[in-house]
């Protein structure tokens, strides 16, 4: 029997156990009923309280599963609340205390939920990486399901590089997964990838708001897009959650009606029913994306609708629009929305007239494309092509490496062979002796020179990363500067075109007339402009000092000014009178106390002169009276009549400052016939070369005339344009060429 002592022993320790247990299920209940409240808790707020009360619990309790799930969803919660800084600590700390505990499910998570907010911070390099190694433990698991949505962001992420190669690789890989699983919701999601990655190719090759672009470049990217895009709603289950079905159909309905405002742009296509095709499926996208509340989907539709808006010419709407995206915009998380609100709200501006609400908006958008995707993206895309180059002669020189070290082995293998054969065979002691000589001599002058080999690998290794790095961060400024620099003159000549008359508005005031324009750059100095005061009809020619962005600078000037005058002019416009008022406009506009200034760019003094102006010439015209009255700057003015040239010359100074810029400006009238043919043009033509340096001079221009007067106007615009092209024969073009025929009804 045991004794009394044992008995009491063995008592106090089942009561200790049993205290123990007790402990534990109420700890279990306690973190169970954490969880309840998070899960059943729909405000992000109060989910975000729920999981911090829950920490402080799991770690009192030293439950480090529960403390796991806890940063999950405060990570979740702060996501939700826009702190995205506060949501990548709590991932991050989700992810350290699954890896320290070996939870390789809850690690997985976390590095996923951790890549996808990365993304979002426009670090898509960053979130490729990260995506790459929970890529590696799900391929572990087995888990399908996850390896088709990483490979799918991944996809993504790559697009947003503009890496689409890669993209269209990783999301069609996600495809053979899914089709693997028939997983038909997941073909569904990856359609709709393929359609998204589509689009953001065509969108970085052509822009809505551009008038001068061509949209065929990128139709067979649509007609891809479009057959992507009609496999959405086939692999749609129809047992599909009503969240999930809104978010696929949503997705398919903003592609479909990106690909209709595209194609109305076609110039063979029903512009009207494709516009009315887009209006549609962009309202079915809206009601889509506002039954699930997702607020970055919302505003891409609101963002289509004010390009439908302005593709159907009403500008007042689209910039309602656009004015209501920047406050929707302020406080998102998305870039992007924020970058195609502000520069759809500069061309829109532009459009109407606003250049000074034209340029803030662009400024506006200039600032946000500065901030994350030169920065960024730009940053990104050079470093992540640059890293896979690397990689690339790193893994050659790895491979050239083992071969030597296999032929090494081989021939160690075949030596060790010999050895052992001599040896057994050995039939003298001398022979032996002989044999192990040779053979030992042989290995170390081998392992001698593979030494030296791979002496000579290793450095040439070093000497590729070290140029690599070199040769990296060179492609870095280079992209980053010359992309700045592009972009910015880009969207600049969407503004100048939309100042410019459109053809609709020249052909209303000068029905039958042409209009041959040629910037030498992708801004001009050079511009037309056409107005109506009272019954006359107005139609000006202007070429400023310069081209590029300087007389593309001056032109916005020119049009501003014009606009001014022609509006505050009470009566009758009188062409002299108007370039007096020009003058002192550009002179007042340029004005300094010196002649020149001098700015220091980067380091290096620039000579700016203050004398710019512009040569103009200004006609009004009386379509009852036919009496036109002409004053010129520098510029004539040419009427062909039945065979006879008529030129009236104009004033020999410019619009600026001049030595003669007290003296007025004159205005000539002269009455004109039915058919005569007026012609108003910019020293451009005149000036330009051929390939043996010869100028094409005012008489040919005369001969010209003389030649085609009696033509449509659209035929002579065609004849002068081959003219220039068979001119120039591929001799650079010397300045911006503009000419302008009118004739009279």
């Known amino acids: 029997m045991r004794s009394f002592a044992q008995m009491k022993h063995l008592i106090v320790s089942i009561l200790i156990l049993l205290a123990t247990s007790t402990g534990i299920m109420a700890q279990q209940d306690s973190s169970e009923a954490y969880l309840d409240l998070i899960r059943n808790a729909n405000d992000p707020g109060e989910r975000l309280e729920m999981a911090q009360k829950l920490l402080e619990y799991s770690a009192a309790h030293h439950d480090t599963t529960s403390m796991i799930e806890?940063?999950?969803?405060?990570?979740?919660?702060?996501?939700?609340?826009?702190?995205?800084?506060?949501?990548?600590?709590?991932?991050?700390?989700?992810?350290?205390?699954?890896?320290?505990?070996?939870?390789?499910?809850?690690?997985?998570?976390?590095?996923?939920?951790?890549?996808?907010?990365?993304?979002?911070?426009?670090?898509?390099?960053?979130?490729?990486?990260?995506?790459?190694?929970?890529?590696?433990?799900?391929?572990?698991?087995?888990?399908?399901?996850?390896?088709?949505?990483?490979?799918?962001?991944?996809?993504?992420?790559?697009?947003?590089?503009m890496l689409y190669a890669s993209a269209y690789e990783n999301i069609r890989k996600a495809k053979l997964v899914d089709s693997l699983s028939h997983d038909s919701l997941s073909m569904a999601n990856d359609y709709a990838s393929l359609a998204m990655v589509h689009l953001n190719e065509a969108s970085k090759n052509y822009d809505l708001t551009d008038k001068s672009s061509s949209v065929a470049p990128i139709l067979s990217i649509l007609e891809n897009a479009q057959r992507d895009c009609e496999m959405v709603p086939l692999y749609l289950p129809s047992d599909a959650d009503d969240f999930d079905r809104a978010q696929m159909m949503g997705t398919y309905y903003m592609c479909k009606a990106q690909i209709a405002l595209y194609h109305s742009q076609k110039p063979d296509a029903d512009s009207k029913k494709c516009i009315e095709e887009a209006n549609d499926n962009n309202s079915q996208f809206l009601?889509?994306?506002?039954?699930?509340?997702?607020?970055?989907?919302?505003?891409?539709?609101?963002?289509?609708?004010?390009?439908?808006?302005?593709?159907?010419?009403?500008?007042?709407?689209?910039?309602?629009?656009?004015?209501?995206?920047?406050?929707?915009?302020?406080?998102?998380?998305?870039?992007?929305?924020?970058?195609?609100?502000?520069?759809?709200?500069?061309?829109?501006?532009?459009?109407?007239?606003?250049?000074?609400?034209?340029?803030?908006?662009?400024?506006?958008?200039?600032?946000?494309?500065?901030?994350?995707?030169?920065?960024?993206?730009?940053?990104?895309?050079?470093?992540?092509?640059?890293?896979?180059?690397?990689?690339?002669?790193?893994?050659?020189?790895?491979?050239?490496?083992?071969?030597?070290?296999?032929?090494?082995?081989?021939?160690?293998?075949?030596?060790?062979?010999?050895?052992?054969?001599?040896?057994?065979?050995?039939?003298?002691?001398?022979?032996?002796?002989?044999?192990?000589?040779?053979?030992?001599?042989?290995?170390?002058?081998?392992l001698k020179m593979l030494h030296v080999q791979n002496e000579e690998l290793n450095k040439q290794k070093a000497e590729i990363l070290k140029q690599n790095g070199t040769i990296n961060k060179q492609y870095q400024d280079l992209e980053k500067a010359n992309s700045i620099i592009y972009q910015s003159i880009r969207y600049a000549r969407h503004i100048q075109h939309a100042a410019l008359p459109s053809k609709d508005t020249v052909?209303?005031?000068?029905?039958?007339?042409?209009?041959?324009?040629?910037?030498?750059?992708?801004?001009?100095?050079?511009?037309?402009?056409?107005?109506?005061?009272?019954?006359?009809?107005?139609?000006?020619?202007?070429?400023?000092?310069?081209?590029?962005?300087?007389?593309?600078?001056?032109?916005?000037?020119?049009?501003?000014?014009?606009?001014?005058?022609?509006?505050?002019?009470?009566?009758?416009?009188?062409?002299?009178?108007?370039?007096?008022?020009?003058?002192?406009?550009?002179?007042?506009?340029?004005?300094?106390?010196?002649?020149?200034?001098?700015?220091?760019?980067?380091?290096?003094?620039?000579?700016?002169?203050?004398a710019d102006g512009?040569?103009?010439?200004?006609?009004?015209?009386?379509?009852?009276?036919?009496?036109?009255?002409?004053?010129?700057?520098?510029?004539?003015?040419?009427?062909?009549?039945?065979?006879?040239?008529?030129?009236?010359?104009?004033?020999?100074?410019?619009?600026?400052?001049?030595i003669n810029d007290k003296r007025e400006f004159g205005t000539q009238t002269t009455e004109l016939q039915k058919g005569d043919m007026l012609y108003m043009m910019t020293d451009g033509i005149a000036s330009q070369m051929n390939c043996d340096k010869k100028k094409f001079m005012s008489r040919r221009i005369t001969e010209f005339i003389e030649q085609n007067h009696h033509l449509p106007c659209e035929l002579q615009k065609q004849n002068i344009a081959a003219l220039m092209e068979n001119w120039m024969q591929g001799a650079k073009q010397v300045d911006d060429i503009t000419m302008v025929g009118i004739r009279i009804q």
Request: neutral net charge; glycine residues 4%.
């Open 287 to 446: 009601k889509c994306v506002s039954e699930i509340q997702d607020d970055e989907f919302i505003i891409r539709s609101w963002i289509i609708q004010s390009e439908i808006e302005y593709v159907r010419g009403n500008l007042r709407r689209a910039l309602e629009i656009t004015d209501t995206l920047k406050y929707m915009v302020r406080d998102t998380l998305w870039p992007n929305s924020m970058m195609d609100t502000y520069r759809n709200a500069a061309a829109y501006a532009a459009a109407m007239g606003n250049y000074k609400q034209a340029v803030q908006d662009f400024l506006s958008y200039d600032r946000f494309r500065a901030k994350y995707m030169n920065d960024n993206t730009i940053k990104q895309n050079a470093q992540f092509n640059a890293d896979a180059e690397s990689n690339k002669k790193i893994s050659k020189l790895n491979e050239e490496r083992d071969s030597q070290y296999a032929i090494r082995d081989e021939k160690i293998s075949r030596q060790r062979t010999l050895l052992w054969l001599a040896t057994f065979f050995i039939l003298t002691v001398v022979a032996a002796i002989v044999i192990i000589f040779r053979t030992l001599r042989a290995k170390k002058h081998t």
């Open 614 to 658: 512009m040569d103009m010439s200004i006609i009004t015209f009386d379509s009852q009276t036919r009496i036109l009255k002409f004053g010129g700057a520098y510029q004539n003015l040419y009427i062909a009549r039945e065979g006879d040239l008529i030129r009236l010359k104009g004033d020999r100074m410019p619009v600026g400052r001049h």
């Open 507 to 610: 052909q209303k005031l000068f029905p039958d007339a042409f209009i041959y324009y040629m910037p030498k750059d992708i801004v001009s100095g050079d511009f037309y402009y056409v107005a109506q005061s009272g019954n006359k009809n107005i139609f000006v020619v202007a070429d400023c000092t310069g081209h590029g962005v300087p007389g593309g600078f001056l032109s916005m000037l020119g049009m501003s000014a014009l606009q001014d005058i022609i509006r505050n002019t009470s009566g009758e416009l009188d062409p002299g009178t108007a370039l007096c008022m020009m003058r002192q406009y550009v002179k007042q506009a340029l004005s300094n106390e010196e002649e020149a200034m001098q700015v220091t760019i980067n380091g290096i003094e620039e000579q700016f002169s203050t």
């Open 70 to 161: 806890a940063y999950n969803f405060m990570a979740w919660s702060e996501y939700y609340l826009n702190n995205i800084d506060m949501a990548l600590e709590y991932y991050t700390r989700q992810y350290n205390l699954a890896t320290s505990t070996n939870n390789t499910k809850q690690a997985l998570k976390s590095l996923y939920n951790l890549a996808g907010v990365i993304s979002i911070t426009e670090d898509y390099q960053e979130s490729i990486r990260l995506y790459q190694q929970a890529l590696t433990i799900a391929e572990k698991q087995q888990d399908t399901m996850l390896i088709s949505r990483i490979y799918r962001d991944m996809g993504n992420n790559c697009a947003n590089l």
